[in-house]
Protein backbone atom coordinates (compact mmCIF):
# COMPACT_ATOMS: atom_id res chain seq x y z
CA UNK A 1 0.00 0.00 0.00
CA UNK A 2 1.38 3.06 -1.09
CA UNK A 3 1.17 5.44 2.06
CA UNK A 4 2.18 2.36 4.31
CA UNK A 5 5.21 2.06 1.72
CA UNK A 6 5.87 5.41 1.88
CA UNK A 7 6.30 5.35 5.84
CA UNK A 8 8.43 2.42 5.59
CA UNK A 9 10.76 4.32 3.01
CA UNK A 10 11.11 7.41 4.92
CA UNK A 11 11.82 4.89 8.62
CA UNK A 12 14.34 2.92 6.41
CA UNK A 13 16.09 5.90 5.54
CA UNK A 14 16.14 7.16 9.10
CA UNK A 15 17.65 4.17 10.06
CA UNK A 16 20.29 4.04 7.44
CA UNK A 17 21.17 7.53 8.47
CA UNK A 18 21.12 6.45 12.35
CA UNK A 19 23.84 3.60 11.40
CA UNK A 20 26.15 5.51 9.30
CA UNK A 21 26.14 9.08 11.29
CA UNK A 22 29.60 9.97 11.71
CA UNK A 23 30.82 6.99 10.81
CA UNK A 24 30.20 5.18 14.08
CA UNK A 25 29.39 1.62 14.69
CA UNK A 26 28.36 1.99 18.58
CA UNK A 27 25.53 4.66 18.64
CA UNK A 28 24.04 4.37 22.26
CA UNK A 29 20.70 4.97 23.64
CA UNK A 30 20.36 7.33 26.67
CA UNK A 31 17.95 7.96 29.05
CA UNK A 32 16.33 10.65 29.94
CA UNK A 33 14.99 10.13 33.99
CA UNK A 34 13.59 13.32 35.21
CA UNK A 35 12.24 16.43 33.84
CA UNK A 36 14.68 18.93 35.11
CA UNK A 37 16.10 21.39 32.79
CA UNK A 38 19.63 20.66 33.42
CA UNK A 39 21.54 18.31 35.73
CA UNK A 40 22.40 14.54 35.73
CA UNK A 41 20.05 12.54 33.77
CA UNK A 42 18.12 15.71 32.04
CA UNK A 43 17.22 15.95 28.27
CA UNK A 44 20.20 18.99 28.59
CA UNK A 45 22.70 16.48 29.68
CA UNK A 46 21.58 13.68 27.65
CA UNK A 47 22.15 15.98 24.55
CA UNK A 48 25.26 17.20 25.82
CA UNK A 49 26.75 13.85 26.66
CA UNK A 50 25.77 12.40 23.75
CA UNK A 51 27.73 11.25 20.14
CA UNK A 52 26.39 11.86 16.31
CA UNK A 53 24.84 8.93 15.90
CA UNK A 54 23.17 8.60 19.55
CA UNK A 55 19.34 7.94 20.54
CA UNK A 56 17.68 9.74 23.54
CA UNK A 57 14.87 8.47 25.06
CA UNK A 58 12.57 9.04 28.23
CA UNK A 59 12.15 6.37 31.50
CA UNK A 60 9.44 4.83 30.37
CA UNK A 61 6.93 6.17 33.05
CA UNK A 62 7.76 9.57 32.52
CA UNK A 63 5.30 12.12 31.70
CA UNK A 64 4.89 15.99 32.09
CA UNK A 65 6.50 19.10 30.50
CA UNK A 66 10.25 20.27 30.60
CA UNK A 67 10.36 24.26 30.87
CA UNK A 68 13.91 25.28 29.06
CA UNK A 69 15.69 28.22 30.12
CA UNK A 70 17.70 28.76 26.56
CA UNK A 71 18.02 26.53 24.13
CA UNK A 72 19.21 23.02 24.14
CA UNK A 73 22.17 23.68 21.37
CA UNK A 74 23.26 19.88 19.25
CA UNK A 75 25.35 21.77 16.96
CA UNK A 76 26.64 18.88 13.97
CA UNK A 77 25.51 16.33 15.76
CA UNK A 78 22.93 14.15 14.47
CA UNK A 79 20.41 12.85 17.12
CA UNK A 80 17.22 10.89 17.36
CA UNK A 81 15.11 12.13 20.27
CA UNK A 82 12.28 10.01 21.30
CA UNK A 83 9.75 10.54 23.93
CA UNK A 84 6.69 8.60 25.66
CA UNK A 85 3.09 8.54 24.78
CA UNK A 86 0.07 8.28 26.75
CA UNK A 87 -3.25 5.60 26.56
CA UNK A 88 -4.54 7.65 23.30
CA UNK A 89 -0.79 7.60 21.63
CA UNK A 90 -0.25 11.17 21.56
CA UNK A 91 2.73 12.40 23.40
CA UNK A 92 3.17 12.75 27.24
CA UNK A 93 6.57 14.58 27.11
CA UNK A 94 6.11 18.60 26.84
CA UNK A 95 9.03 20.77 26.05
CA UNK A 96 8.11 24.63 27.00
CA UNK A 97 10.56 27.71 25.67
CA UNK A 98 8.83 29.33 28.42
CA UNK A 99 7.91 32.01 25.79
CA UNK A 100 11.58 32.87 26.44
CA UNK A 101 13.77 30.99 23.74
CA UNK A 102 13.63 28.24 21.27
CA UNK A 103 13.89 24.47 22.35
CA UNK A 104 16.53 23.23 19.59
CA UNK A 105 19.50 24.32 17.47
CA UNK A 106 21.96 22.47 15.16
CA UNK A 107 23.30 22.04 12.15
CA UNK A 108 22.87 18.97 10.86
CA UNK A 109 20.30 16.30 11.99
CA UNK A 110 17.57 15.94 14.06
CA UNK A 111 14.71 13.25 14.41
CA UNK A 112 12.08 13.93 16.42
CA UNK A 113 8.93 11.98 17.84
CA UNK A 114 6.16 11.67 20.30
CA UNK A 115 7.05 14.75 22.14
CA UNK A 116 5.04 18.00 22.35
CA UNK A 117 6.53 21.57 21.62
CA UNK A 118 5.27 24.48 23.13
CA UNK A 119 6.04 28.48 23.71
CA UNK A 120 9.44 28.71 21.44
CA UNK A 121 10.50 31.83 21.12
CA UNK A 122 13.97 33.05 20.57
CA UNK A 123 13.35 36.50 20.88
CA UNK A 124 12.85 38.02 16.79
CA UNK A 125 14.86 34.87 15.20
CA UNK A 126 13.94 32.44 12.87
CA UNK A 127 12.69 28.60 14.02
CA UNK A 128 10.36 29.27 17.42
CA UNK A 129 10.62 25.31 18.38
CA UNK A 130 13.65 23.95 16.19
CA UNK A 131 15.88 25.80 13.89
CA UNK A 132 18.28 22.76 12.04
CA UNK A 133 19.48 21.43 9.08
CA UNK A 134 17.71 18.08 8.30
CA UNK A 135 14.45 17.54 10.58
CA UNK A 136 12.36 14.81 11.05
CA UNK A 137 9.18 14.33 13.41
CA UNK A 138 6.75 11.63 14.12
CA UNK A 139 3.56 12.51 15.90
CA UNK A 140 4.81 15.52 17.34
CA UNK A 141 2.79 18.66 18.64
CA UNK A 142 3.90 21.99 17.49
CA UNK A 143 1.88 24.74 19.63
CA UNK A 144 2.06 28.33 20.28
CA UNK A 145 5.55 29.01 19.04
CA UNK A 146 6.87 32.17 17.75
CA UNK A 147 9.79 32.46 15.25
CA UNK A 148 10.76 35.19 12.70
CA UNK A 149 10.36 32.96 9.58
CA UNK A 150 8.99 29.65 10.60
CA UNK A 151 7.16 29.60 13.64
CA UNK A 152 7.64 26.41 14.97
CA UNK A 153 10.58 25.00 12.33
CA UNK A 154 13.24 26.18 9.91
CA UNK A 155 15.52 24.52 8.26
CA UNK A 156 18.68 26.58 7.86
CA UNK A 157 20.58 24.40 5.78
CA UNK A 158 20.10 25.07 1.45
CA UNK A 159 19.03 21.34 0.52
CA UNK A 160 18.42 20.13 3.63
CA UNK A 161 15.12 17.35 4.41
CA UNK A 162 11.94 17.74 6.11
CA UNK A 163 10.11 14.73 6.64
CA UNK A 164 6.64 15.11 8.90
CA UNK A 165 4.09 12.12 9.42
CA UNK A 166 1.33 11.95 11.43
CA UNK A 167 1.93 15.91 13.61
CA UNK A 168 -0.33 18.83 14.61
CA UNK A 169 1.23 22.52 13.59
CA UNK A 170 -1.51 24.62 15.81
CA UNK A 171 -1.10 28.55 16.68
CA UNK A 172 2.18 29.41 15.77
CA UNK A 173 3.13 32.65 14.43
CA UNK A 174 5.98 33.65 12.15
CA UNK A 175 6.57 37.37 11.66
CA UNK A 176 8.34 36.11 8.53
CA UNK A 177 7.54 33.91 6.34
CA UNK A 178 5.75 30.97 6.90
CA UNK A 179 3.72 31.07 10.18
CA UNK A 180 4.34 26.84 11.00
CA UNK A 181 7.09 25.59 8.38
CA UNK A 182 10.08 27.64 6.41
CA UNK A 183 11.96 24.80 4.33
CA UNK A 184 14.34 25.48 1.65
CA UNK A 185 15.13 21.75 0.41
CA UNK A 186 13.28 18.39 -0.60
CA UNK A 187 10.10 17.36 1.96
CA UNK A 188 7.61 14.64 2.83
CA UNK A 189 4.90 15.41 4.80
CA UNK A 190 2.06 13.10 5.34
CA UNK A 191 -0.76 12.75 7.85
CA UNK A 192 -0.20 16.46 9.35
CA UNK A 193 -2.71 19.80 10.01
CA UNK A 194 -2.01 22.65 10.29
CA UNK A 195 -4.27 24.91 11.82
CA UNK A 196 -4.77 28.46 12.87
CA UNK A 197 -1.04 29.40 12.20
CA UNK A 198 -0.21 32.66 11.36
CA UNK A 199 2.94 34.20 8.98
CA UNK A 200 3.50 37.32 7.06
CA UNK A 201 3.70 35.15 3.94
CA UNK A 202 2.51 31.74 3.69
CA UNK A 203 0.30 31.02 6.82
CA UNK A 204 0.91 27.52 7.28
CA UNK A 205 3.96 27.44 5.04
CA UNK A 206 6.46 28.59 2.99
CA UNK A 207 8.29 26.32 0.49
CA UNK A 208 11.39 27.72 -1.22
CA UNK A 209 14.56 27.23 -3.91
CA UNK A 210 17.37 29.17 -4.25
CA UNK A 211 19.02 26.72 -6.31
CA UNK A 212 18.72 23.37 -7.35
CA UNK A 213 15.14 21.45 -7.85
CA UNK A 214 13.17 20.86 -4.47
CA UNK A 215 9.70 18.89 -4.77
CA UNK A 216 7.67 18.44 -1.71
CA UNK A 217 5.43 16.07 -1.42
CA UNK A 218 1.85 16.32 1.00
CA UNK A 219 -0.20 13.46 1.12
CA UNK A 220 -3.39 13.05 3.54
CA UNK A 221 -2.58 16.49 5.13
CA UNK A 222 -5.15 19.38 6.75
CA UNK A 223 -4.43 23.04 6.23
CA UNK A 224 -7.48 25.03 8.10
CA UNK A 225 -7.91 28.67 9.21
CA UNK A 226 -4.21 29.23 8.39
CA UNK A 227 -3.63 33.04 8.01
CA UNK A 228 -1.63 35.30 5.59
CA UNK A 229 -0.74 38.80 7.10
CA UNK A 230 1.15 40.63 4.29
CA UNK A 231 0.00 43.67 2.67
CA UNK A 232 0.62 42.05 -0.82
CA UNK A 233 2.24 38.81 -0.83
CA UNK A 234 -0.07 36.23 1.02
CA UNK A 235 -0.68 32.09 0.36
CA UNK A 236 -3.19 31.83 3.25
CA UNK A 237 -1.83 28.40 3.63
CA UNK A 238 1.25 27.76 1.26
CA UNK A 239 3.88 30.54 0.01
CA UNK A 240 5.76 28.11 -3.06
CA UNK A 241 8.73 30.16 -3.52
CA UNK A 242 11.70 30.11 -6.02
CA UNK A 243 14.57 32.41 -6.97
CA UNK A 244 17.33 32.57 -9.08
CA UNK A 245 17.60 29.31 -11.25
CA UNK A 246 15.94 27.43 -8.18
CA UNK A 247 12.75 25.32 -8.52
CA UNK A 248 10.01 24.49 -5.89
CA UNK A 249 7.62 22.32 -6.88
CA UNK A 250 4.63 21.06 -3.81
CA UNK A 251 2.34 18.03 -4.98
CA UNK A 252 -1.01 17.57 -2.76
CA UNK A 253 -1.99 14.18 -2.26
CA UNK A 254 -5.39 13.42 -1.07
CA UNK A 255 -5.10 17.01 1.23
CA UNK A 256 -7.99 19.19 2.16
CA UNK A 257 -7.69 22.72 2.43
CA UNK A 258 -10.28 24.96 3.90
CA UNK A 259 -10.60 28.55 4.86
CA UNK A 260 -6.89 29.62 4.94
CA UNK A 261 -7.33 33.61 4.44
CA UNK A 262 -4.79 36.05 3.24
CA UNK A 263 -5.27 39.80 4.46
CA UNK A 264 -4.53 41.17 1.30
CA UNK A 265 -6.74 41.32 -1.80
CA UNK A 266 -5.30 39.25 -4.60
CA UNK A 267 -2.91 37.72 -2.60
CA UNK A 268 -4.23 34.17 -2.88
CA UNK A 269 -6.40 32.92 -0.49
CA UNK A 270 -5.23 29.36 -0.37
CA UNK A 271 -1.68 29.18 -2.09
CA UNK A 272 0.37 31.88 -3.64
CA UNK A 273 3.25 31.16 -6.46
CA UNK A 274 6.16 33.01 -6.48
CA UNK A 275 9.08 33.39 -9.05
CA UNK A 276 11.54 35.53 -9.24
CA UNK A 277 15.07 35.71 -11.00
CA UNK A 278 18.11 38.52 -11.09
CA UNK A 279 19.67 37.78 -14.62
CA UNK A 280 19.46 35.75 -17.81
CA UNK A 281 19.28 32.66 -18.55
CA UNK A 282 18.52 32.01 -15.01
CA UNK A 283 14.77 31.26 -14.73
CA UNK A 284 12.94 30.72 -11.42
CA UNK A 285 10.15 28.22 -11.57
CA UNK A 286 7.48 28.20 -8.66
CA UNK A 287 4.58 24.88 -9.48
CA UNK A 288 1.98 23.57 -7.02
CA UNK A 289 0.50 19.98 -8.36
CA UNK A 290 -2.64 18.46 -6.86
CA UNK A 291 -4.92 15.35 -7.46
CA UNK A 292 -7.37 14.23 -5.13
CA UNK A 293 -7.54 17.28 -3.04
CA UNK A 294 -10.17 19.28 -1.62
CA UNK A 295 -9.73 23.24 -2.09
CA UNK A 296 -12.30 25.21 -0.24
CA UNK A 297 -13.04 28.41 1.48
CA UNK A 298 -15.74 30.74 2.09
CA UNK A 299 -14.73 34.61 0.78
CA UNK A 300 -14.89 36.02 -2.39
CA UNK A 301 -11.14 36.65 -3.17
CA UNK A 302 -9.17 34.46 -5.08
CA UNK A 303 -7.51 31.33 -3.85
CA UNK A 304 -4.92 30.64 -6.40
CA UNK A 305 -2.51 33.93 -7.35
CA UNK A 306 0.87 33.78 -8.99
CA UNK A 307 3.64 36.54 -9.24
CA UNK A 308 6.74 36.82 -11.00
CA UNK A 309 10.12 39.12 -11.60
CA UNK A 310 13.27 39.53 -13.25
CA UNK A 311 14.33 38.47 -16.57
CA UNK A 312 15.17 35.19 -17.02
CA UNK A 313 11.51 33.86 -17.23
CA UNK A 314 10.32 33.01 -14.58
CA UNK A 315 7.49 30.16 -14.23
CA UNK A 316 4.53 29.86 -12.37
CA UNK A 317 2.23 26.91 -12.29
CA UNK A 318 -0.65 25.09 -11.19
CA UNK A 319 -1.44 22.07 -12.44
CA UNK A 320 -4.28 19.56 -11.91
CA UNK A 321 -3.67 15.95 -12.21
CA UNK A 322 -7.34 15.57 -11.96
CA UNK A 323 -10.22 14.06 -9.32
CA UNK A 324 -9.86 17.75 -7.47
CA UNK A 325 -12.96 19.81 -5.26
CA UNK A 326 -12.98 23.22 -5.17
CA UNK A 327 -15.17 26.00 -4.18
CA UNK A 328 -13.58 28.47 -6.76
CA UNK A 329 -13.84 28.63 -10.20
CA UNK A 330 -10.48 28.04 -11.79
CA UNK A 331 -9.52 27.39 -15.44
CA UNK A 332 -6.82 25.07 -14.16
CA UNK A 333 -9.01 22.51 -12.77
CA UNK A 334 -9.75 20.86 -16.30
CA UNK A 335 -9.12 17.11 -15.50
CA UNK A 336 -10.74 13.90 -15.46
CA UNK A 337 -12.90 14.28 -12.17
CA UNK A 338 -12.36 18.22 -11.45
CA UNK A 339 -15.06 19.64 -9.98
CA UNK A 340 -14.35 23.66 -9.74
CA UNK A 341 -17.31 26.11 -8.05
CA UNK A 342 -18.07 23.14 -5.58
CA UNK A 343 -18.99 23.43 -2.44
CA UNK A 344 -17.40 20.28 -0.78
CA UNK A 345 -19.87 20.00 2.25
CA UNK A 346 -17.38 19.70 5.06
CA UNK A 347 -17.91 19.64 8.93
CA UNK A 348 -15.70 21.99 11.18
CA UNK A 349 -12.78 20.38 11.60
CA UNK A 350 -12.61 18.02 14.76
CA UNK A 351 -11.16 15.04 16.36
CA UNK A 352 -12.39 12.10 14.09
CA UNK A 353 -10.34 9.56 15.20
CA UNK A 354 -5.99 8.71 14.69
CA UNK A 355 -3.48 11.35 15.77
CA UNK A 356 -4.41 14.51 14.00
CA UNK A 357 -7.83 16.61 13.43
CA UNK A 358 -9.73 16.62 10.35
CA UNK A 359 -12.72 17.93 8.59
CA UNK A 360 -15.09 15.06 7.70
CA UNK A 361 -17.61 15.18 5.19
CA UNK A 362 -21.45 15.33 4.95
CA UNK A 363 -23.89 13.30 4.16
CA UNK A 364 -24.01 14.12 0.33
CA UNK A 365 -20.97 15.66 -0.33
CA UNK A 366 -19.94 15.53 -3.58
CA UNK A 367 -16.09 14.31 -2.61
CA UNK A 368 -17.69 11.09 -1.68
CA UNK A 369 -16.85 8.33 -3.89
CA UNK A 370 -15.41 10.84 -6.98
CA UNK A 371 -11.66 10.16 -6.08
CA UNK A 372 -9.44 8.56 -7.43
CA UNK A 373 -7.25 5.47 -6.19
CA UNK A 374 -4.67 5.97 -8.81
CA UNK A 375 -1.32 8.14 -7.84
CA UNK A 376 -2.80 8.58 -3.51
CA UNK A 377 -2.22 7.09 -0.62
CA UNK A 378 -4.68 3.51 0.13
CA UNK A 379 -5.41 5.34 3.55
CA UNK A 380 -6.73 8.60 4.87
CA UNK A 381 -5.34 10.96 6.80
CA UNK A 382 -6.26 8.81 10.01
CA UNK A 383 -5.17 5.85 8.95
CA UNK A 384 -8.24 4.07 7.97
CA UNK A 385 -8.80 2.13 4.23
CA UNK A 386 -10.14 4.07 1.29
CA UNK A 387 -12.24 1.64 -0.54
CA UNK A 388 -12.49 1.12 -4.47
CA UNK A 389 -14.62 4.61 -4.97
CA UNK A 390 -11.92 6.85 -2.73
CA UNK A 391 -13.48 9.86 -1.29
CA UNK A 392 -11.59 13.47 -2.41
CA UNK A 393 -9.57 14.98 0.13
CA UNK A 394 -8.10 13.51 3.06
CA UNK A 395 -10.84 12.09 5.33
CA UNK A 396 -12.44 9.02 3.82
CA UNK A 397 -16.05 8.26 5.08
CA UNK A 398 -16.05 4.92 6.88
CA UNK A 399 -18.75 2.13 5.95
CA UNK A 400 -21.58 2.79 8.61
CA UNK A 401 -20.34 6.29 9.29
CA UNK A 402 -17.53 4.35 11.67
CA UNK A 403 -14.54 6.73 12.18
CA UNK A 404 -11.69 4.76 14.12
CA UNK A 405 -9.38 5.24 17.04
CA UNK A 406 -5.90 5.88 17.77
CA UNK A 407 -4.15 2.66 16.81
CA UNK A 408 -5.99 2.02 13.20
CA UNK A 409 -3.46 0.52 10.85
CA UNK A 410 -3.73 -1.25 7.45
CA UNK A 411 -2.66 -4.47 9.00
CA UNK A 412 0.18 -4.46 6.32
CA UNK A 413 3.02 -4.76 9.30
CA UNK A 414 4.59 -7.03 7.26
CA UNK A 415 4.80 -5.15 4.28
CA UNK A 416 6.72 -2.60 6.33
CA UNK A 417 9.29 -4.69 8.00
CA UNK A 418 10.14 -5.92 4.66
CA UNK A 419 10.49 -2.64 3.21
CA UNK A 420 12.74 -1.74 6.15
CA UNK A 421 14.72 -4.61 5.22
CA UNK A 422 15.24 -3.62 1.90
CA UNK A 423 15.57 0.31 3.01
CA UNK A 424 18.41 -0.78 5.06
CA UNK A 425 20.33 -3.22 3.35
CA UNK A 426 22.28 -1.51 1.57
CA UNK A 427 23.88 0.75 4.44
CA UNK A 428 24.13 -2.73 6.55
CA UNK A 429 26.55 -3.86 3.40
CA UNK A 430 28.61 -0.14 3.84
CA UNK A 431 29.19 -0.62 7.60
CA UNK A 432 30.03 -4.38 7.12
CA UNK A 433 32.51 -3.23 4.65
CA UNK A 434 34.03 -0.33 6.73
CA UNK A 435 34.08 -2.82 9.97
CA UNK A 436 36.54 -5.00 7.75
CA UNK A 437 38.45 -2.69 6.42
CA UNK A 438 38.89 -1.03 10.11
CA UNK A 439 39.68 -4.84 11.12
CA UNK A 440 42.83 -5.43 8.29
CA UNK A 441 44.23 -2.39 9.52
Not at 13 to 35: E, F, W
Not at 196 to 217: K, M
Not at 225 to 241: Q, R
Not at 387 to 393: E, K
Amino acid sequence: MLVVNLNCKILGVVLVAALLAGGSLHAATLTVLNLNDTGADSLRQSCADASSGDTIVFEAALAGTITFAGHIGIGSKNLTITGNVNASGRPAITLSGNDASRLFQGTAGLTVSNLRFISGNPGGLPGGAIDGGTVSATNCVFEGNEGAGGGAIRTSTAGSMLTLMNCTFHDNLSTGVGGAVTHSGDGAISGCTFSANTGESGGAAHFFAGSGTRVVDLANCTFSGNLATHASVGGGAILVAASGDGSMQVDARSCTFSDNTATAANAGQCIRLQADTVTVPQGATARFRTTNSILADTVSEPMFITGSSGPGAPLTQETSLGHNLCSDAQGWLNQTGDQPSTNPMLFALAENGGLTRTHALQSGSPALNTGTATGVPTTDQRGLPRDATPDIGAFEAQPGGGGGGNGDDDGDDGGCVAGVAAAIAPAWIAVLALWRRRKRQ
